[in-house]
Nanobody, 119 residues
Framework: EVQLVESGGGLVQPGGSLRLSCAAS????????MSWVRQAPGKGLEWVSSILTHHSDTYYTESVKGRLTISRDNAKNTLYLQMTSLKSDDTAVYYCAKDGGDYYGLVAWGQGTQVTVSS
């Protein structure tokens, strides 16, 4: 079965950095596009970033460009989100998700990890 387990969240001051990890199992990680999605308190889900398999192309929502970096280590079946220059607006639960393609969408989600940006 597909399993995605996020880790690395926590409390960080504005301008600080954090690296989120997502340990994947139960599928061929290297052949799956992956995404990070977040949900701020009282808000809906917001897509943050995706990384594809072909050439490992990456995509970001405009508000995080230049600050957050998605990457993957296929040898470790792990997805990462390196977060720098964090702002209070980045406070959210961050979810790792497996991309099932255009037809299926995001087909599996992790339990989420809390990121709180506050002084």
């Amino acid at each position: 079965e597909v399993q995605l387990v996020e880790s690395g969240g926590g409390l960080v001051q504005p301008g600080g950095s954090l690296r989120l990890s997502c340990a994947a199992s139960g599928f061929t990680f290297s052949s799956s596009a992956m995404s990070w999605v977040r949900q701020a308190p009282g808000k809906g889900l917001e897509w943050v970033s995706s990384i594809l398999t072909h050439h490992s192309d990456t995509y970001y929502t405009e508000s995080v460009k230049g600050r957050l970096t998605i990457s993957r280590d296929n040898a470790k079946n792990t997805l990462y989100l390196q977060m720098t220059s964090l702002k209070s607006d980045d406070t959210a639960v961050y979810y790792c998700a497996k991309d099932g393609g255009d037809y299926y969408g995001l087909v599996a989600w992790g339990q989420g990890t809390q990121v709180t940006v506050s002084s």
